[in-house]
């Protein structure tokens, strides 16, 4: 498929779209006055205020909202059920937003949103309030023009997906029976740097670890010392050389065991995505990739675990020489899984590896979040690829997955439904960081996104198959 | 010989004595005093200070005396040559100290000397204030009683040891006829823990580097980059493992090709030794020693080369897990050399496997210092034996070797004369650690020493014979 032969929108679907035309001057006045909210999930600071702010907008429009409480910040869950025999879709966003450091580094305050050639400035433009704002902008538009929804939506938004989200999966596991869906749908993240809409249909995991090394009760003299007294950083080198080897392979036992490797079809999909080596390189100065040299970079990111050494703190970085011999040292390192690497089994099978090598060297366990994949020809596929090339009149890059990690495996795993990631900010909405933007085009194209989303839905014949889920307790 | 059979002191070194005895309080307090005085190379902090402070102790002492520049900093040269006939012994040491961080690690204030249970505390009080001022307070002694000397004295007091002692071969090279001598005496190091005295007949070189990895031109996401940008800490990991295998071999092409084997009175020497490496082991509450395992602990220290990593330090370091892949790190190493191995050599060696096996590692030179050996049956042996056996009235013990390094080869390799090393401080002196300190007892057992060691040599019959020098040029 190209722009010449994208979908039409039918009938229904146009009087939306129109409808989101006429308004679209108070769609993005009332985005403002919502980014004028402060919900700074690290420094506790708006988060109730706005939970019960969403409440009501999802009540206006007919939903059974309410805030659900977790040990951390409260959920905020809204269902419209009234399409018996239709799907459901679950629609995740989070409405957390980063701290604003560093205030100086903002052009407009991050809570005073400010338009400047045709973006919107704040905190939250992007990551996440804009986008899920499109989301209830698309539910209320449809609404308006046919006073009911074509299929069966349920909100799920969160107060902490920027610390990490540390309670979504106990919640999800908890309430699974309030959550059943036949889908998720997430808008979070940019379009592609030309943008072009994009669906990701998976994330890597995560483990990470520490590996702490002690010999000597304090650093001593090298000279006095060096060849009697064991180095930590000479353990924790020679420990890691047997982790992973110089041509990027880990050598850790059973470290591969559980990897599936990608279908024809991911590596069909990995093949189409415009993914240049040579940008890489020269936007962070490289002259060569990652060994093995000569995997290709799509496969990179989406096929293949890692292991990052984060960091190697021991003895001294300071200018010139010292001549000591340190008695302890710290190395950090994380894993990328892929499916379906398990990260309680990963982290086990490479402390027991520590264990043998170098059983003086303590392992520490830090966090961990499952990979996620949802097969690209699952059920819903179609529907959701087909309704974002609608609502942008383009093609969608189909990406199986991404190089970093989200919480997804607890709508793909725990809820054992297909999870789709559709993104609607702009490339460079600068997340995380300073002068966070959305686009107004990219905002109401994801409004019209959400929309063409719920009428392909509506189209659509529920069978109510799924992945197989993690079984109810 | 045992303590029973020592030789026992004559009149006039017995004088001597006494007034040490007499004179021990001030001896004390005028230590305290000299160790305020911060001489901090590494940092140029209070150099030019402590070297003038050095010209007048011994100005007053009626030595000629003064501070003669360097491309570095300064020496300071005393001399007193009144004793025709008689030997000439060059006593060395150091005035400036290591850098004391951590600061918070000590438990009274580096530069504000403090007595606590019999020891002073300070930066220094060990290596190597106490030791050289040990010196200047024998000669005191001896000139108080008696006036004269009874052979010639040179000091010779340097004020970068700390920093590699980078310009002391170029000084002796260039002042060899002012630092005619017979031998020479240094008081540097420590005693045995049993608090024997120690005779030590050489020292291992040392030759020091850095190696820097860059990869990307910034810090980048571990999920959004990992297995795609090149980890700078892996490719130290990599390089390192193999410079060194885990059994403790350096395993750079050539490495061990100039180690001269030991003799057999070193052999004989290194037998006699109580060295123990339980004692090492529940001192330091080590489990085991360095690789190889079957070593013996002399040997280990006396000759056999080693390569120390003083520091690796790159990424994150802090609390909890931080998904950062790092764009630097930074290695530095510690080769310790024995005789014959030459420091340019080697880290020619090194710099040739860097660039072999890590291309993009960048290999930075840092402070280098030969090897230096005297043998046991060398001119003048059996005197400094005799002197310290007396001022101890405890059989000294002999190292063919010391672990650590000094520029004592200035002395062997461009003098051409026996050099040995008398050390003074306590084992556990804290060197280059926190809470560095010497005990009062072996501060002036070092004062005794000295004295017991001019007595000596002013009963030699001065042949003038010695070691082969350097040409002239």
């Not at 592609?192 to 990701?200: C, D, K, L, M, Y």
């Not at 398990?342 to 982290?347: K, M």
């Not at 559709?422 to 019209?448: M, Q, S, T, W």
């Amino acid at each position: 498929m190209s722009a010449d032969t994208a979908p039409i929108a039918g009938v229904e679907l146009s009087r939306v779209f129109e409808h989101i035309e006429t308004n679209k001057d108070q769609f993005v006045s009332r985005l403002l006055d919502y980014l004028r909210h402060p919900s700074i999930s690290a420094h506790n600071i708006g988060i109730g205020e706005v939970a019960e702010l969403l409440v009501h907008m999802l009540s206006r429009l007919g939903f059974e909202a309410r805030t659900i409480p977790t040990s951390g910040h409260p959920m905020v869950v809204g269902r419209w059920e009234c399409a018996p025999g239709s799907p459901t879709v679950l629609l995740y966003g989070h409405y957390d937003v980063q701290p604003p450091d560093p205030l100086d580094a903002w052009i407009s305050p991050p809570f005073e949103p400010t338009i400047r050639e045709g973006r919107i400035y704040a905190r939250g433009a992007g990551d996440n309030k804009g986008q899920h704002f499109a989301q209830i902008l698309a539910v209320e538009s449809y609404l308006a023009v046919h006073g009911r929804l074509p299929c069966n939506v349920l909100f799920l938004l969160e107060g902490e997906e920027e610390n990490g989200s540390p309670h979504i999966a106990d919640f999800v596991r908890a309430h699974r029976d309030q959550l059943r869906t036949d889908l998720v749908v997430t808008a979070d993240g940019p379009l592609h740097e030309s943008g072009r809409p994009v669906i990701t249909y998976g994330v890597r995991g995560i483990a990470a670890f520490e590996l702490r090394a002690r010999a000597a009760n304090s650093d001593v003299h090298s000279g006095n010392f060096g060849g009697v007294v064991p180095n930590p950083i000479w353990m924790l080198v020679h420990l890691l050389a047997t982790m992973k080897n110089a041509d990027g392979e880990i050598t850790v036992d059973g470290f591969y065991d559980d990897v599936v490797a990608p279908t024809d079809l991911d590596r069909a999909a990995a093949a189409r995505l415009p993914l240049d080596p040579e940008d890489i390189k020269r936007s962070l100065g490289l002259k060569v990739l990652d060994s093995p040299a000569d995997r290709l970079l799509g496969d990179r990111l989406m096929f293949h675990p890692t292991l990052t050494i984060n960091g190697f703190n021991g003895g001294y970085g300071g200018p010139g020489a010292k001549t000591v011999l340190p008695h302890e040292a710290l190395v950090k390192c994380d894993v990328r899984l892929v499916e379906r690497q398990d990260p309680d089994d990963i982290l086990a099978k490479i402390e027991a590896h520590v264990k043998t090598r170098a059983p003086h060297v303590e392992f520490v366990r830090l966090e961990s979040t499952p990979p996620s994949r949802t097969p690209l020809d699952a059920p819903f596929s179609d529907v959701v690829q087909s309704a974002v090339h609608t609502a942008h009149g383009v093609e969608p890059l189909i990406y199986p997955s991404l190089g970093g990690s989200l919480p997804d495996y607890v709508f793909t795993k725990i809820l054992g439904v297909p999870s789709f990631v559709v993104p609607y900010a702009n490339f460079d909405e600068a997340n995380h960081a300073p002068n966070e933007n959305i686009k107004i085009d990219c905002f109401l194209k994801g409004v019209r996104t959400g929309a063409a989303l719920l009428d392909a839905l509506g189209r659509f014949e529920c069978s109510r198959e799924s992945a197989p889920a993690e079984p109810a307790p």
